[in-house]
């Protein structure tokens, strides 16, 4: 299907017919929409395996049988590891057709992300996505939708605020928050991401402008590869590994590294169902194409809580959090007196859902699934559309949009290129 558009409201039509002269009888419909048997082994198929993909072959209770790339060379690499059992392909469309996969697993560019997303449940597939979990804000409130219609479970990757060591705190995330809503710091809080305190803005995440266009390699299906993100000339720093530093892609280092580090912070300030009012930037003039650098990003919540991004590290004594009675700083120092005793006297918070296998046969939601994901992936794509229009914002959380500002809410939903629209 090389070069060909995609008609996509034609295909989720057509995703469960029988392409061949054998009946193959999904799960599903043997014992309803989500029917999983406890015995069964769920089993998965691998979109994008020249980067992140390659550490998600394998995972807990769960059978790799597919895996696609519109890289030919990705594609050949990885089938040589993975087995004769798996198929390989270059379209993932053809993947979606598959009625013996559960779960898709997406790890592709961003500008992939919801459009996959959003056919993968129309498809009756769970989904496992890379983050950032949306390019836009618009993409990101069509995966939710898509979601509760077609009753498909989520899972955004990343796992910070249910398990592992916090970067530069060096403690789970859960025991920042057992501190925060005790009470010891106060309130409003103030969250600083940086350098100072264990984060860091991979400002590498750049783009370069006037590319000249080189040949597309024969290996790359560079029209799939660019499905519906606008069509421009190729060159290979537009893609692969370097393909961060363009709009039209992600978002730099905010874009890759944003949602990791500030989903948790949504999490442990209690903002799971809301966003900042506010977006203020502090950066150079940005390039239409190529992402460039910032110096400072402030968010602000209609209670008065900030999170600061300091892209300069300028700020030498920042603590990590910050409130009128305490602070807790990187390598979890504190001023709040016997911190840990404060800690262990405290009851856990609700139990989640850390493993997506769990998720997809109890079809209960995973710990950060599409509805709080989405709203840590809008605190990213404020920043983006701030930077990227170099001024303030105002913000409405309910309406999910920006206040007296049409040039931003353009922004929100982005034109997609062919067919591709959703």
Same mark, same amino acid.
């Given at each position: 299907?090389?070069?060909?558009?995609?008609?996509?409201?034609?295909?989720?039509?057509?995703?469960?017919?029988?392409? &061949?002269?054998? #009946?193959?009888?999904?799960?599903?419909?043997? /014992?309803?929409?989500?029917?999983?048997?406890?015995?069964?082994?769920? #089993?998965?198929? @691998?979109?994008?395996?020249?980067?992140?993909?390659?550490?998600?072959?394998?995972?807990? %209770?769960?059978?790799?049988?597919?895996?696609?790339?519109?890289?030919?060379?990705?594609?050949?690499?990885?089938?040589?590891?993975?087995?004769?059992?798996?198929?390989?392909?270059?379209?993932?469309?053809?993947?979606?057709?598959?009625?013996?996969?559960?779960?898709?697993?997406?790890?592709?560019?961003?500008?992939?992300?919801? !459009?996959?997303?959003?056919?993968?449940?129309?498809?009756?597939?769970?989904?496992?996505?890379?983050?950032?979990? #949306?390019?836009?804000?618009?993409?990101?409130?069509?995966? @939710?939708?898509?979601?509760?219609?077609?009753?498909?479970?989520?899972?955004?990757?990343?796992?910070?605020?249910?398990?592992?060591?916090?970067?530069?705190?060096?403690?789970?995330?859960?025991?920042?928050?057992?501190?925060?809503?005790? %009470?010891?710091?106060?309130?409003?809080?103030?969250?600083?991401?940086? /350098? @100072?305190?264990?984060?860091?803005?991979?400002?590498?995440?750049?783009?370069?402008?006037?590319?000249?266009?080189? #040949?597309?390699?024969?290996?790359?299906?560079?029209?799939?590869?660019?499905?519906?993100?606008?069509?421009?000339?190729?060159?290979?720093?537009?893609?692969?590994?370097?393909?961060?530093?363009?709009?039209?892609?992600?978002?730099? /280092?905010?874009?890759?590294?944003?949602?990791?580090?500030?989903?948790? @912070?949504?999490?442990?300030?209690?903002?799971?169902?809301?966003?900042?009012?506010?977006?203020?930037?502090?950066?150079?003039?940005?390039?239409?194409?190529?992402?460039?650098?910032?110096?400072?990003?402030?968010?602000?919540?209609?209670?008065?809580?900030?999170?600061?991004?300091?892209?300069?590290?300028?700020?030498?004594?920042?603590?990590?959090?910050?409130?009128?009675?305490?602070?807790?700083?990187?390598?979890?120092?504190?001023?709040?007196?016997?911190?840990?005793?404060? !800690?262990?006297?405290?009851?856990?918070?609700?139990?989640?859902? /850390?493993?997506?296998?769990?998720?997809?046969? &109890?079809?209960?939601?995973?710990?950060?699934?599409?509805?709080?994901?989405?709203?840590?992936?809008?605190?990213?794509?404020?920043?983006?559309?701030?930077?990227?229009?170099?001024?303030?914002?105002?913000?409405?959380?309910?309406?999910?949009?920006?206040?007296?500002?049409?040039?931003?809410?353009?922004?929100?939903?982005?034109?997609?290129?062919?067919?591709?629209?959703?």
């Amino acid at each position: 299907m090389k070069n060909k558009p995609s008609n996509r409201r034609n295909f989720v039509k057509k995703t469960m017919a029988i392409a &061949t002269g054998i #009946t193959i009888i999904p799960r599903h419909v043997m /014992g309803g929409n989500n029917f999983i048997a406890p015995s069964d082994q769920l #089993t998965k198929a @691998v979109i994008g395996v020249g980067g992140m993909g390659q550490g998600h072959l394998t995972y807990e %209770g769960t059978k790799l049988l597919a895996i696609c790339d519109a890289d030919g060379k990705h594609l050949a690499n990885t089938l040589k590891k993975v087995g004769n059992d798996v198929k390989g392909y270059r379209d993932f469309r053809e993947v979606l057709q598959r009625p013996d996969i559960d779960i898709i697993h997406i790890a592709t560019p961003p500008h992939w992300h919801g !459009i996959m997303s959003v056919m993968a449940a129309e498809a009756g597939k769970d989904v496992w996505c890379e983050k950032p979990m #949306t390019r836009t804000i618009g993409e990101g409130k069509k995966v @939710v939708e898509a979601m509760k219609i077609h009753g498909k479970m989520f899972r955004l990757n990343t796992w910070f605020r249910f398990k592992n060591n916090f970067y530069g705190m060096g403690i789970p995330v859960i025991n920042l928050k057992k501190v925060v809503n005790s %009470g010891a710091l106060g309130w409003p809080l103030k969250v600083t991401i940086s /350098g @100072v305190t264990g984060f860091n803005w991979k400002f590498y995440w750049v783009g370069k402008e006037n590319l000249a266009p080189q #040949t597309v390699p024969s290996h790359l299906d560079y029209n799939m590869w660019l499905g519906p993100a606008p069509e421009k000339p190729y060159h290979p720093h537009r893609v692969h590994s370097t393909f961060r530093g363009y709009w039209d892609y992600d978002g730099g /280092g905010l874009g890759d590294m944003g949602q990791h580090y500030i989903d948790p @912070v949504q999490y442990f300030l209690g903002k799971d169902n809301t966003s900042p009012v506010k977006v203020e930037v502090d950066a150079p003039q940005q390039h239409y194409d190529a992402i460039g650098t910032w110096r400072r990003i402030t968010y602000t919540y209609a209670d008065g809580c900030q999170i600061i991004l300091d892209g300069e590290n300028k700020d030498k004594n920042a603590a990590y959090i910050e409130g009128p009675n305490g602070k807790i700083y990187n390598g979890f120092k504190s001023t709040i007196p016997d911190i840990q005793r404060l !800690i262990d006297s405290k009851p856990d918070p609700e139990e989640q859902i /850390g493993t997506f296998s769990d998720s997809v046969r &109890t079809r209960q939601k995973f710990a950060l699934n599409e509805e709080n994901g989405h709203r840590s992936a809008i605190i990213v794509n404020m920043g983006i559309i701030a930077l990227r229009l170099g001024r303030t914002l105002e913000f409405d959380p309910v309406k999910q949009e920006f206040i007296n500002d049409e040039q931003a809410n353009r922004l929100i939903d982005q034109p997609v290129r062919n067919s591709w629209a959703y």
